[in-house]
């Protein structure tokens, strides 16, 4: 029977996607490359709206709260319009700020120590628009969401929220289907990766709190070293960190060393599958202390630092 509904909501969410390819063709919905993209070809914008709707299917069939629904649906509601016609940073900054607020609300944070309270939120609006700075090339998204999502239904922790990830799981399937192509047909836009971010983080934060175990953050690792690093590398050149840029990893190895896109995000999703297996055999075996995460954190980084230093000095033309 599971094995029906979910071929169901397949198929569902493919005909959406479809149907939205049609609507996105009819009213111009695309995204024109330039100077700081990293693809050359006018492609469909806001593929990614299959996310926010398979939240809404969810929601439908009873796998998750009125609340998280509701916290996706608003983040991705305003961001779709950004999509269209780019809004200021305070409605979407408003929006994410709302989305935060609807998650602590379901997950009882309220109930915490008040000091953690800023804490937690830091990450939260930081994890969004790291994950939205970290779309560009084909697959990218999708392929590390999959990864991302796959780990959490491994967890037992997460046994009643398996429908809700296997609907997620779906809806990934059926935008990776149009997205992680040589050529895509679409990208997921801010109202793919921003709702996606929402819910990931959703399920970080409750992993956290149901086991106490802060290591867990290392399943966002590569998305999160990848993406602080470019921000502190772009502040030091005194850069604006808000514009659209080309400086990520990820996008040098994309766009200066030309390897190509479906490469890279399967080697970045690869690289976090490889570090989530080694998370979960670490708090499998009683390795996962804040001492240990955080030791195997620093690691990460500074063979990401040499990485990029390496590939960066590659880049400058030598003067003699």
């Known amino acids: 029977m599971n094995a029906i509904v979910y071929s169901v909501i397949i198929v569902l969410l493919l005909i959406i996607e479809l149907l939205y390819f049609k609507i996105a063709d009819r009213y111009n919905i695309i995204d024109k490359p330039n100077s700081r993209s990293s693809h050359s070809q006018i492609t469909l914008r806001g593929g990614g709206i299959i996310f926010p709707i398979a939240t809404i299917v969810s929601f439908a069939l009873g796998y998750?709260?009125?609340?998280?629904?509701?916290?996706v649906v608003a983040?991705?509601?305003v961001s779709f319009i950004d999509d269209i016609r780019p809004?200021?940073?305070l409605p979407r900054f408003s929006t994410h700020l709302f989305a935060v607020v609807l998650v602590f609300y379901d997950l009882d944070l309220f109930e915490l120590e008040?000091?953690?309270?800023?804490?937690?939120?830091?990450?939260?609006i930081g994890w969004i628009n790291a994950f939205n700075f970290m779309d560009g090339i084909n697959g990218i998204t999708v392929l590390y969401a999959l990864v991302a999502l796959i780990t959490f239904t491994y967890l037992p922790i997460h046994k009643k929220e398996i429908p809700l990830l296997l609907t997620m799981i779906a809806s990934c399937l059926v935008f990776g289907f149009f997205n992680?192509?040589?050529?895509?047909?679409?990208?997921?836009?801010?109202?793919?990766?921003?709702?996606?971010?929402?819910?990931?983080g959703y399920f970080m934060?409750?992993?956290i709190i149901k086991t106490e175990q802060i290591g867990y953050l290392l399943f966002f690792a590569v998305y999160g070293i990848d993406a602080v690093i470019t921000i502190l590398h772009r502040l030091i050149k005194k850069e604006n960190i808000l514009e659209a840029h080309r400086s990520h990893l990820y996008q040098y190895l994309a766009n200066e060393y030309k390897y190509s896109h479906l490469l890279v995000s399967?080697?970045?999703?690869?690289?976090?599958?490889?570090?989530?297996?080694l998370v979960v055999y670490m708090e499998t075996h009683g390795y996962l202390s804040i001492i240990n995460?955080?030791?195997?954190?620093?690691?990460?980084?500074?063979?990401?630092?040499?990485?990029?230093?390496?590939?960066?000095?590659?880049?400058?033309?030598?003067?003699?």
Request: net charge positive.
């Open 64 to 71: 998750v709260s009125p609340w998280v629904t509701l916290a």
């Open 75 to 77: 983040v991705a509601i």
């Open 87 to 89: 809004l200021p940073t």
């Open 114 to 124: 008040f000091w953690l309270l800023p804490v937690i939120l830091v990450f939260l």
């Open 180 to 200: 992680v192509r040589t050529k895509a047909k679409t990208f997921a836009g801010d109202v793919g990766s921003i709702s996606m971010a929402v819910l990931l």
């Open 205 to 207: 934060i409750k992993t």
């Open 266 to 277: 399967f080697v970045y999703a690869g690289l976090q599958l490889l570090i989530n297996v």
């Open 293 to 320: 995460a955080a030791v195997f954190l620093i690691l990460l980084s500074l063979m990401y630092l040499l990485v990029r230093i390496f590939l960066i000095r590659k880049m400058i033309p030598d003067s003699n």
